[in-house]
């Protein structure tokens, strides 16, 4: 096959049926280095590293995405559309909206809100609201029982925008659409997966919170990672 303008890839095969994806390229090499045996880089085009190993003796791959909607939404659509991809599961971080979430914490998401118009620029999808797999996230929740990782479920904000003028503008979508933490990929995630017939989830880690404007150090960052690492890797 002819290698997609993003992936370097040109042979089906290559790329596992299920893949990891971190918004950062880095830490997707982190994750193949350190969790899967024999890992093998498959993509390094514009740094955005992909490799395939096995995990418990099963094939997996672990892809960066890039940060924002346009990013994810080119590799989550080549990899399931021309590489035969069925799950991707993104494991990313976000910003807590509400008090009762901690940094560091986990959050299952269970729908992501978004005032982008991703969805209904790429197929006249019109809803606000798009849905992960309800299969993968029967898996991640057990997997996470199994591991005794305690998890957060809900709604969450998937924003065009990080650095908002108006920086209280956050309590309002908080109020008026639900969302208890704010990242900027799952709903275009969705919204390819729907699109192609295929499956996704979210896993999110809290690196910041913007009611109590508290933040997280990198080094930290990667500890607390490595609970949401686990719970994706043992579904798989
Ligand atoms: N990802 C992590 N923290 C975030 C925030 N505060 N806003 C948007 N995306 C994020």
Avoid: W
Wanted: aromatic share 10%; net charge negative.
């Amino acid at each position: 096959m002819i290698p997609t303008p993003h992936i370097e890839v040109d042979k089906k095969g290559i790329i596992a049926e299920t893949v990891i994806m971190p918004g950062d390229p880095l830490r997707a090499k982190f994750i193949a280095e350190n969790f899967l045996e024999n890992p093998v880089l498959f993509n390094k085009v514009r740094n955005m590293f992909g490799y395939t190993g096995t995990y418990k003796g099963k094939k997996i791959s672990v892809m960066g995405s890039g940060m924002g909607m346009p990013s994810i939404g080119i590799y989550s659509y080549e990899l399931f559309k021309f590489y035969d991809v069925q799950n991707i599961i993104r494991v990313g971080s976000c910003g807590a909206y509400t008090d009762e979430i901690d940094l560091y914490d986990v959050i299952l998401v269970e729908e992501a809100y978004s005032e982008s118009t991703f969805a209904k620029v790429m197929a006249g999808i019109e809803d606000k609201i798009l849905k992960p797999s309800f299969e993968l996230n029967e898996k991640l929740e057990n997997a996470a029982k199994d591991l005794n990782i305690p998890i957060h479920k809900g709604r969450i904000h998937s924003s065009d925008v990080f650095y908002r003028q108006n920086f209280d503008d956050y309590k309002k979508i908080r109020d008026e659409h639900g969302c208890i933490a704010v990242e900027m990929e799952s709903f275009a995630l969705f919204a390819n997966a729907k699109v192609t017939g295929k499956n996704a989830a979210c896993l999110l880690t809290v690196s910041d919170s913007l009611v109590t404007m508290k933040a997280t150090s990198s080094e930290e960052r990667m500890k607390s990672f490595t609970n949401m690492m686990k719970i994706a890797l043992e579904m798989a």
